[in-house]
């Protein structure tokens, strides 16, 4: 099993829409979570920390759930800038820095 | 100013050549590292440094060798370059416990 594992997509939805991505972990002790977006060509950047209580910024929910091992994302109102590979990423307890990457999952949002 | 700024950002080249990148960050932040992104965009980590010492090493073909002159340098240098190296190379920063990564614009490397 993959110690970070996304359904690749894409995802394609209308602008307006409201998407979800799921994100599973193997390892139960991981510590930290967080997604980041990566634009085609481009470097990733940090979208948002996930917090055990779940967090929202703007359009944007995650969630954490420990006991299925599992990270979300939530988009509301889908922009078509929103058009972006969101990365699932996981600290594993005692990995330091060593964060862990998904492989991505892939939202294209359409008029 | 660029945060991490990484360079060259297109390297084209022919096997059996060395190569390096080279990685600056002017965040003060005090852990550097380099990542490698393939062509199926998985994002795997080579090395980390903290305070120009090695803390992360995965397991990475020793003809790769990280070079940190000090905590605001992180170099890569790749020996006798092959065909499956050809990637996108990221450099990164964090302060310490954060874990937030800060990532450079990213070096393509073609290996011809």
């Known amino acids: 099993r993959k110690e970070v594992e996304q359904d690749p997509g894409p995802f394609n939805v209308p602008e307006g829409a409201t998407v979800a991505f799921n994100c599973t972990y193997s390892n139960s002790a991981s510590q930290s979570f967080f997604w980041y977006r990566q634009d085609c060509r481009k470097e990733p950047k940090l979208l948002m920390s996930v917090y055990s209580s779940g967090n929202e910024d703007g359009r944007f929910t995650a969630q954490l759930n420990r006991a299925s091992q599992y990270i979300s994302l939530l988009i509301r109102d889908s922009k078509l800038s929103d058009s972006a590979t969101y990365l699932c990423v996981v600290n594993p307890k005692g990995g330091g820095n060593k964060l862990t990457f998904g492989t991505g999952t892939q939202l294209k949002v359409e008029l | 100013d660029t945060a991490v700024s990484q360079t060259p950002k297109y390297l084209v080249t022919q096997m059996g050549n060395d190569k390096s990148i080279k990685c600056e960050q002017n965040?003060?932040?005090?852990?550097m590292y380099w990542y490698k992104q393939d062509s199926k965009k998985f994002l795997k980590i080579m090395f980390s440094?903290?305070?120009?010492?090695?803390?992360i090493n995965e397991t990475v073909p020793n003809r790769f060798s990280p070079k940190s002159p000090d905590k605001a340098h992180l170099n890569l240098h790749i020996n006798s370059l092959e065909l499956g190296d050809s990637a996108v190379y990221f450099c990164?920063?964090?302060?310490?416990?954060?874990?937030?990564?800060?990532f450079g614009a990213g070096s393509r490397l073609t290996v011809l």
């Open positions: 965040l003060g932040h005090d852990t």
């Open positions: 440094y903290n305070n120009k010492e090695l803390i």
């Open positions: 990164a920063s964090s302060q310490d416990t954060a874990n937030v990564l800060t």
